[in-house]
């Protein structure tokens, strides 16, 4: 990978680690990510991700502890009450980072690590929400009555645009669960740093759009 691609990539984690900080102030939070961050690329250094025929499928391990993570946030009533203290305005912007992730993807996919299903030439179109992140995040600044409908449908369309990505992503990483792209899988993510878009920048999208929501829930 270029050393373009590589600076627009940590742009991308600085801005993920940055929106959650900024969206809660919560030292321990952040910690969580970071943390998260650095098991999966120790176990990435020494080629945890590199197996592909392991069980259970390696991308699972990759993604469900944080999911259930935030789905755990949205069950218990503790949770709830964390992720409606977010900054809406914080939780907007942090899609920003979005473009440059897709850039990484498109260039991946010319390096011949990244299906091209996954670039938004194929079928993801996630691009468009970090394109339209500043537009809402303005307008939220300028009328924070912005609303509450219209901030629904953004998080939920947007919200559809990254689960559509990150399964076909799923289904595309070298493992016995693999079965799209089989010519052309997703190695991009099996190695530092990369490894950290599913580990760390996913998630940390996940749990904004679902604070967002959890948010705009909460206020009738």
Not at 73 to 97: E, F
Request: aromatic share 10%; glycine share 6%.
């Amino acid at each position: 990978m270029s050393t373009w691609a590589l600076g627009l990539f940590l742009l991308a984690l600085v801005l993920a680690l940055w929106g959650v900080w900024r969206a809660w102030r919560k030292v321990w939070l952040l910690g969580v990510f970071v943390a998260w961050g650095l098991l999966n690329a120790l176990l990435a250094q020494q080629g945890f991700y590199a197996v592909t025929d392991g069980l259970p499928p390696r991308p699972m391990f990759l993604l469900a502890p944080m999911v259930a993570g935030i789905l755990l946030l949205v069950l218990l009533r503790p949770g709830r009450v964390l992720l409606a203290r977010g900054d809406l305005v914080a939780l907007t912007w942090l899609h920003v980072l979005r473009v440059p992730v897709e850039l990484v993807l498109y260039h991946g996919w010319q390096q011949g690590l990244v299906p091209h299903m996954l670039t938004f030439e194929g079928a993801n179109f996630d691009i468009l929400s970090g394109l339209s992140a500043p537009l809402v995040a303005w307008h939220l600044l300028r009328s924070p009555v912005l609303p509450r409908r219209l901030l629904l449908i953004w998080n939920v369309v947007c919200l559809v645009l990254l689960v559509n990505v990150v399964a076909r992503a799923v289904l595309s990483f070298p493992s016995p669960m693999q079965v799209l792209n089989l010519d052309e899988p997703m190695r991009l993510v099996q190695h530092l740093p990369y490894i950290w878009l599913p580990a760390v920048i996913v998630p940390a999208v996940l749990l904004a759009h679902v604070a967002a929501l959890v948010r705009l829930g909460s206020t009738r």
